[in-house]
Nanobody
Framework: QVQLVESGGGLVQAGGSLRLSCAAS????????MGWFRQAPGKEREGVSC????????YYADSVKGRFTISRDGAKTTVYLQMDSLKPEDTAVYYC???????????????????WGQGTQVTVSS
């Protein structure tokens, strides 16, 4: 059974940092680009960041560039999102996922081809 399990969310003050982790199991995720989406209350889900299966491409949404850093461990079973200088507008549920990762965009191809984690809440207080 394929699983993506997120951890590391929580409550932090503006300007603080959090590190999200996503542990993958069930199949060789080295064949997948992986990354993060987020969804704030009343808003559509948006792509935040991704890293290609070869780690050669990384994408960041404009809203997080310079503040967030994505990385993956050598075994390519865990992907991380280091979030620094957090802002209240970063408050959302963050979802780990597989998908297609390009320099300027990040796509989830639907449940038949890609996977979602269960989500982890990030709350940034002002």
């Amino acid at each position: 059974q394929v699983q993506l399990v997120e951890s590391g969310g929580g409550l932090v003050q503006a300007g603080g940092s959090l590190r999200l982790s996503c542990a993958a199991s069930g199949r060789p995720f080295s064949d997948y680009a992986m990354g993060w989406f987020r969804q704030a209350p009343g808003k559509e889900r948006e792509g935040v960041s991704c890293i290609s299966k070869t780690d050669g491409i990384q994408y960041y949404a404009d809203s997080v560039k310079g503040r967030f850093t994505i990385s993956r461990d050598g075994a390519k079973t865990t992907v991380y999102l280091q979030m620094d200088s957090l802002k209240p507008e970063d408050t959302a549920v963050y979802y780990c996922a597989t998908g297609l990762c390009f320099n300027r965009s990040w796509y989830h191809r639907g449940d038949n081809l890609d996977y979602w984690g269960q989500g982890t809440q990030v709350t940034v207080s002002s």
